[in-house]
């Protein structure tokens, strides 16, 4: 018998606002069985390019971000949120950003 770790919402949440932009990337596309090949068509870009996004080793704008999020199927509010407290964690900045709506 196997016993299935669970976590809060809000446990799963402070993981997701910890992971680097590349890792929350990574996590979105596997969990929704998508392979870089297939990403990287959807954005017209080379799998090299997703593959050194998900390793953090890209240099990824705000608007790949975006890019990203809409290839991928979801809005685009997330991976922003995520994208710009990953900046922010690698500036030595400790701060956290939280979107929301105007």
Known sequence: MTTKKTI????????????????????????DEISQTELAKRMRVSRQFIHAVEKDKANVSLEMAVKIARALGYPYEAFVEVF?????RKSGIKKVVHLEAA
């Open 8 to 31: 809060s919402a809000r446990e799963a949440l402070k993981e997701v606002l910890d992971s680097s932009f590349g890792e929350f990337v990574k996590d979105i596309r596997e969990c």
């Open 84 to 88: 710009l407290n990953d900046m922010l």
